[in-house]
């Protein structure tokens, strides 16, 4: 494992329990990240990340589903419940501070990383989510393949179950068209909405290119 520079953000899967153990030696303040398979996990990065932007803290990250090992060695050698997605800050291999799921707020953030974690000269968080999916079905939208209830019968549930680690922009991008994906659990009767105002092609239009212009793309 190599130590980044002042401007680099430290961002590592911790896939084994030995990567856990090694990780926390080698940063003697550090998070970790424990990923889960919904939007909760982007949501929760997103709102990590910025504070990313300004503080000095290595994190690694566990996806839960595929390293479950190192999840679970987590929680027993803290002893805290495990939750997904979850963030633990460590101080010389020592839990200082938990947060869970919905709580992963900035509200909740703000003191611990003021108090804890020293301000970042530079850098960018450097970020894995895909957005080609998103964009597919943007294309085919526009496309005429879908048309409004279509597209949004499609959209709700790719993005409520995307998991990815994002920034906080690339989320609330994501999110602009539909809002919170669980308020759709009840149903295709709740889709008539949204889609029913007449404005959702230029809306469409309007994300795909932001979208691509986030990621340096063309149109």
């Given at each position: ?5 002042q401007?680099e953000?430290v961002?590592l899967?911790l ?8 990780f926390?030696a080698?940063?003697p303040?550090a998070?970790?990240?424990k ?6 996990t ?10 990313l ?6 994190v ?8 479950r ?5 987590v929680?027993?050698?803290t ?20 947060v ?26 450097e ?6 999916p998103y964009?597919?079905?943007m294309d085919a ?7 409004d209830f279509?597209?949004q019968?499609r ?7 995307d998991a ?8 609330e991008?994501?999110?602009r068209?539909f ?29 795909r ?11």
């Amino acid at each position: 494992m190599t130590q980044a520079t002042q401007a680099e953000q430290v961002l590592l899967p911790l896939t084994t329990p030995e990567e856990v153990q090694t990780f926390l030696a080698e940063y003697p303040l550090a998070a970790v990240f424990k990923a889960g398979t919904c939007h909760k996990t982007m949501q929760g990065f997103g709102v990590l990340e910025t504070f990313l932007q300004r503080h000095e803290l290595p994190v690694g990250f566990i996806r839960v589903v595929d390293w479950r090992p190192a999840s679970n060695f987590v929680a027993e050698m803290t002893g805290i419940q495990h939750h997904s997605p979850q963030l633990i800050i460590f101080q010389e291999g020592q839990p200082r501070f938990e947060v869970n799921n919905w709580d992963i707020t900035p509200e909740a953030l703000a003191p611990v990383f003021e108090a804890l974690v020293p301000a970042r000269a530079g850098g960018n968080v450097e970020t894995e989510g895909n957005i080609q999916p998103y964009l597919d079905l943007m294309d085919a939208y526009l496309g005429g393949q879908l048309n409004d209830f279509e597209f949004q019968d499609r959209w709700v549930p790719l993005f409520r179950d995307d998991a990815s680690l994002r920034s906080q922009h690339e989320f609330e991008l994501l999110s602009r068209l539909f809002g919170d994906p669980d308020a759709y659990h009840g149903g295709l009767h709740q889709l008539g909405a949204p889609a029913s105002r007449g404005d959702l092609r230029p809306r469409v239009e309007q994300l795909r290119t932001e979208l691509l212009a986030l990621r340096g793309q063309s149109a």
